[in-house]
């Protein structure tokens, strides 16, 4: 049970709280499953939701709406961030039925101890439950519901100026990247990006889309698939491209899949969290893969907190790693997959 999170660990040590079928939201763990009953789940990573569909039978939903369920209650693995916190609460009391109990785990530093400050009128007074494993479970009761949930109601609109361009139109929802603007990083990366004309383009970690619909309005003929773990990030995506009259492709996956294909550019503000935890396993993986995908004479370019150790890694995986821009805060780097040089051999005498 080592490797499950804190607060599944703590679900499972009091699984005896647990008697009616419940919809999981967030569920990082299936192995709970074993021990609570589960009429299903609704992941918002798309790592999370793989998982489940892998290793359980269970219903499994991802997206950035709920599901339809006949669960007499929830039970919410509660996100770093507060407003995705309001955002999957509200979102609760247009599927969950009145008076079923909504239980709430997370680990200490989460926010739980403070969740009660915060908790939607629909709900009473949260409960506590139990504790442990550095995590706190409680327990609140839906006192009445919701016709429906609009996703609409929570989005935020912000604009960055291009040159050349109407200001490009970004949208976000909580729980995405710098919501609800953009981030300096990839501010700093949009100021060094060359403008390329042709060949198709992958923005991992996408976000809102911002890197990708940026360099897309600049040379319409471009490809740009856009990728995220996050299914509130590629709904955000998906609304910034709509409002810029861009089209691409919109990908959830845990990292790079094996299934992708070459692409000739990759342009990235690479993510070190995972949740509440610096998670430097995100880049790594990345950086390691990232050759794998690009076409020769392929490039990569991407913008990283100045303290992270990824020059290193781009070393190690392209032989070599060019510094184009930093300040106190962030750099700006590039590799190219060159294609290996060819030794000759020496001609016997």
Request: charged letters at 20%; one cysteine or more; hydrophobic letters at 40%.
């Amino acid at each position: 049970m080592k490797h499950l999170q804190p607060p599944s660990q703590l679900v499972l040590r009091h699984s005896e709280h647990f008697q009616k079928p419940l919809l999981l939201v967030n569920a990082p763990d299936p192995e709970v499953a074993d021990e609570i009953p589960v009429a299903g789940t609704w992941n918002l990573h798309a790592g999370y939701h793989e998982r489940w569909q892998r290793q359980s039978g269970t219903p499994a939903h991802f997206g950035e709406t709920p599901p339809a369920t006949d669960a007499a209650g929830a039970l919410v693995w509660l996100p770093k961030e507060k407003q995705l916190t309001d955002y999957l609460l509200q979102a609760l009391t247009s599927i969950v039925p009145a008076d079923a109990p909504v239980w709430l785990v997370g680990e200490n530093r989460s926010g739980i101890k403070s969740i009660h400050k915060v908790m939607p009128e629909a709900y009473a007074p949260v409960q506590r439950v139990t504790s442990g494993n550095h995590s706190l479970l409680l327990c609140s009761e839906l006192r009445h519901t919701s016709d429906q949930f609009n996703v609409e109601n929570y989005l935020h609109q912000c604009e960055l100026g291009q040159p050349g361009h109407p200001p490009l139109q970004l949208f976000s929802l909580p729980g995405v990247f710098a919501f609800p603007s953009i981030d300096k990083g990839s501010e700093m990366l949009l100021k060094h990006l060359p403008r390329w004309a042709h060949g198709n383009v992958l923005d991992f970690a996408c976000g809102h889309g911002v890197l990708g619909a940026w360099i897309n309005r600049a040379a319409p003929a471009l490809q740009v698939t856009y990728l995220d773990v996050s299914a509130m990030a590629l709904a955000a995506c998906r609304k910034t491209l709509a409002a810029n009259d861009l089209t691409g492709t919109l990908l959830a996956h845990d990292g790079l899949s094996p299934t992708l294909k070459k692409y000739k550019y990759i342009v990235s503000h690479p993510p070190f969290h995972t949740g509440l935890a610096t998670d430097y396993k995100i880049g790594q993986q990345f950086l390691r893969e990232a050759r794998q995908h690009l076409q020769q004479t392929g490039e990569l370019w991407l913008v990283a907190n100045r303290f992270l150790p990824w020059p290193e890694l781009i070393v190690e995986s392209f032989g070599h790693c060019d510094r184009i821009a930093e300040d106190n805060r962030f750099a700006v780097y590039r590799a190219v997959n060159k294609p290996p040089v060819k030794v000759r051999e020496r001609k016997r005498r």
